[in-house]
């Protein structure tokens, strides 16, 4: 028997780690009553219930529950018609899932730079590449991310998506339990793809969900999630379908987790301001700001720290956490210094640059102990308090 020893020793290097699970106890037994309906197989009463008890939480009509966030997204560009040649204006300040399903459409995407005061979309460069990208090869969809956990200026840009007559996909992949203006992310575009990755607020250990108040996208959703069998006996196909439909199983996961949810918020909040306590005296460090026009769920917490006044900067920072056992990342990396990018459009300021350059995600998941997120704060203070720049 042989084993996987970068895998073993992967497992071994944290103790604090950034957003990992968290059982509530009540998993084992929704599985088991899975289990014992005899729905073991994929769909089923868990994945219905699931599904409603989801669109009842985000206040849409429609949940599809599917085998990834990134499915989500897929079948929610083609729902909105987007195929080969077209354009779609997304975020470049998010992982790369958010764009690799316009590729998988064969469009192009077309990327936006961050505002700072949110860090997601800029609405006044996604209005000038709506407007220069006017003819043939016009944009046919905005995907809006909600970076970390707080919703983009929706009201602005639903606004400018009105007026060009362009669909908003919301990718709210981290912002389960965010609002914009007392509404729930994912209600507030024309559909929306959530992630229940092993790092998310929730997780059924790999998962995601479409949602949507339109009847056509959903029905078209589940159809091409399961092969786009036709309503037949046999096996009917007039159409490319996928395997994208969540598993039972995992929905009665998703399910226990579920309830669970504002209690997670809520926690990673608590660790969010103590956080921004901790830090008030340290010059250099700031955290992500929070918008006027929502709550943050604070899926992570997020600072950028300025080489100018903290010798090393965020990646000092990063190692030391490392060496005491503690996990934390860069921000993401825009997408179009990507290599897999470098020739798609992108309206840039250089705001997600700067972030890259400087910023860093703390430990933050629901199930950190205080004495965990006091260790990393003591871990952090260390190294502004003795790692003063020689420019200052």
């Known amino acids: 028997m042989t084993t996987n020893s970068s895998s073993a020793n992967s497992a071994q290097r944290f103790r604090i780690w950034l957003s990992p699970p968290e059982p509530v106890g009540t998993e084992l037994r929704s599985v088991a009553r899975a289990i014992e309906s005899g729905w073991i197989a994929p769909l089923g009463p868990e994945v219905d219930a699931f599904e409603r008890e989801f669109a009842d939480l985000v206040g849409v009509r429609h949940a599809v529950a599917l085998s990834s966030g990134t499915a ?132 059924t250990s790999g998962g995601g969900m479409l949602v949507t108040d ?72 700031t955290v992500m700001p929070e918008a006027s026009w929502g709550r943050h769920s604070r899926w992570l917490t997020c600072v950028t720290v300025n080489p100018k006044v903290i010798s090393g900067g965020s990646a000092r920072i990063c190692d030391e956490l490392a060496r005491r056992g503690i996990e934390s990342r860069p921000l993401w990396k825009p997408l179009h210094l990507q290599p897999l990018y470098a020739a798609a459009p992108c309206y840039n300021a250089g705001v997600a640059e700067e972030l890259f350059r400087t910023g860093l995600c703390l430990p933050s998941g629901s199930g950190m102990t205080d004495q965990q997120r006091d260790e990393v704060i003591n871990v952090i203070r260390s190294c502004v308090h003795g790692a003063r720049s020689p420019m200052v």
């Open 72 to 203: 989500a997204l897929h079948l929610a560009l083609i729902a909105c018609g987007v195929g080969v040649g077209d354009e779609v204006a997304v975020s470049t300040f998010t992982f790369v899932a958010s764009a690799n399903p316009i590729s998988y459409c064969g469009a192009t995407p077309v990327f936006i730079d961050s505002e700072p005061d949110s860090w997601n979309m800029d609405p006044g460069l996604l209005e000038q590449a709506l407007e220069e990208r006017r003819g043939d090869r016009q944009v046919r969809a905005i995907v809006v991310v909600h970076l970390y956990g707080q919703t983009a200026d929706m009201a602005r840009i639903r606004e400018i998506a009105r007026t060009y007559g362009v669909p908003v996909i919301e990718d709210a992949a981290e912002a389960l339990g965010a609002t914009h203006e007392g509404r729930p992310a994912g209600s507030l575009g024309r559909c929306a793809a959530f992630s229940f990755n092993g790092n998310k607020i929730i997780t």
């Open 214 to 285: 339109d009847p056509v996208i959903a029905a078209r959703a589940r159809k091409l999630a399961t092969q786009a069998r036709e309503p037949v006996l046999h096996y009917e196909h007039r159409q490319l379908g996928y395997n994208y439909r969540l598993s039972n199983l995992l929905a009665a996961v998703g399910r226990a987790q579920l309830a669970d949810l504002n209690r997670r918020v809520n926690r990673r909040r608590e660790h969010f301001a103590a956080y921004k306590d901790a830090f008030e005296d340290c010059d250099g460090i």
